[in-house]
T-cell receptor, first 114, second 111 residues
């Protein structure tokens, strides 16, 4: 069974631009969560989607948004990029939402804002 | 967001030794405690997980010990190998915000 696929793997953007990242979950998984990983803050929860609905959102500004499609694929968007948005963005897929079932991560998208 | 405190930040162990990584959580709503292993350039990989109805779980060389009353859990790696050198994250789930992660432990197993 294929794992979680994130595209692209690497991105370089300029301050003020926007970016869209994509995540394809494991087949049959309907929950997708997004996390930001930085050396200083570690892994931080961004938001979770289940059945095309955002279930909850972490403590990030409104510039961070996402959506989920009917095939469970998810995208996250960051608008008006700031230098501090440089990070590894990870998505995790699971059968059920809520963070209390097995969650499998993709390889991540490394975003660099210059 | 409720915290999960992980220690130590870094750990060096000789091959064959038993590294132990400790975590403490605050939110009593958490009911799922997975550990992840991450190699450079890769996403975190689920290693082993435990629920609070058991005090210990073993999978291969990896063991989780869980103390519900103290709100603590730990990872032990038996017969550690250089290939186990990685960053390990504890996490807690079942609250409102997906998984809450510790800051990570950078583990080095020396040959």
């Amino acid at each position: 069974k294929a794992g979680v696929t994130q595209t692209p793997r690497y991105l370089i953007k300029t301050r003020g631009q926007q970016v869209t990242l994509s995540c394809s979950p494991i087949s049959g998984h309907r929950s997708v969560s997004w996390y930001q990983q930085t050396p200083g803050q570690g892994l931080q929860f961004l938001f979770e989607y289940f059945s095309e609905t955002q279930r909850n959102k972490g403590n990030f500004p409104g510039r961070f948004s996402g959506r989920q499609f009917s095939n469970s694929r998810s995208e996250m968007n960051v608008s008006t990029l700031e230098l501090g948005d440089s990070a590894l963005y990870l998505c995790a897929s699971s059968l059920e939402p809520g963070g209390n079932t097995e969650a499998f991560f993709g390889q991540g998208t490394r975003l660099t804002v210059v | 967001q409720q915290q999960v405190k992980q220690s130590p930040q870094s750990l060096i162990v000789q091959k064959g030794g038993i590294p132990i990584i400790n975590c403490a959580y605050e939110n009593t709503a958490f009911d799922y405690f997975p550990w992840y292993q991450q190699f450079p350039g890769k996403g975190p990989a689920l290693l082993i997980a435990i629920r609070p109805d058991v005090s210990e779980k073993k999978e291969g060389r990896f063991t989780i010990s869980f103390n519900k009353s103290a709100k603590q859990f730990s990872l032990h790696i038996m017969d550690s190998q250089p290939g186990d050198s990685a960053t390990y994250f504890c996490s807690s789930g079942g609250g409102a915000d997906g998984l809450t992660f510790g800051k990570g432990t950078h583990l080095i197993i020396q040959p």
